[in-house]
């Protein structure tokens, strides 16, 4: 079983001067647009999740999957503070699943930011988030450097290949491997 974060580091992950190096509007910016339905697994307590749901607007929708309840449970409580809760679609995931099906072939973009090292079927992971993608959609996979070797960050790549995503873009993200994949 892959390491997981624990909830309570969420706090941590949404501080604030995290902008200084990551900054959520510069980062997406260039992937999403009003209108755009999103899927990001593991969004912790919400970092990007707020950001994605201003970009995709009030005819957007963003579409969250996490295992632990009260990452979940603090995301809606910061939706509803930021006032996007009706743009931000709660989903507790499965054990080895994102139980996306519903949402086959409507996903513009997905966020996969420093998540998969911690997913238990990685494989499963990509061929779950290829289907829901519209054709031409991106797929942003960052893992963080210190967590993920090259090596590691090679196989993810590999799964999302055979998954039927092509690499776009190699983009530079602070102390993270990054890439853009497309869908054919």
């Known amino acids: 079983m892959p390491h997981r974060c624990p909830w309570y580091l969420g706090y941590f992950l949404i ?3 995290r902008r200084l190096v990551q900054s959520p509007v510069k980062l997406l910016q260039p992937y999403v ?3 755009f339905r999103v899927l990001e697994p593991g969004p912790g307590m919400g970092y990007f999740t707020l950001e994605l749901a201003r970009l995709a607007g009030p005819t957007g929708k963003v579409h969250v999957v996490d295992i632990e309840p009260r990452m979940l449970s603090a995301l809606g409580r910061r939706a509803r503070s930021a006032g996007c809760e009706n743009r931000i679609d ?3 995931a499965r054990e080895n699943a994102l139980g996306v099906g519903d ?5 513009d973009f ?5 998540v998969v090292h911690e997913l238990g079927n990685v494989a499963g992971f990509f061929t779950e988030a290829a ?3 519209k ?3 991106r797929l942003l996979l960052a893992e963080p450097t210190g967590h993920v070797s090259d090596v590691l960050f090679a196989q993810e790549c590999a799964a999302a290949e055979a998954a039927g995503l092509v690499v776009v873009e190699r983009p530079d993200i602070w102390r993270s491997h990054a890439v853009v994949f ?3």
Do not use: D, H, T
């Not at 949402?103 to 996903?107: D, S």
């Not at 997905?110 to 420093?114: G, Q, R």
């Open 15 to 17: 501080n604030p001067l």
């Open 33 to 35: 647009k009003a209108g």
């Open 90 to 92: 709660l989903r507790l």
């Open 103 to 107: 949402l086959a072939g409507e996903i």
């Open 110 to 114: 997905v966020l996969a930011f420093a």
């Open 131 to 133: 289907n829901a993608m």
């Open 135 to 137: 054709p031409g959609a």
């Open 182 to 184: 497309a869908k054919a």
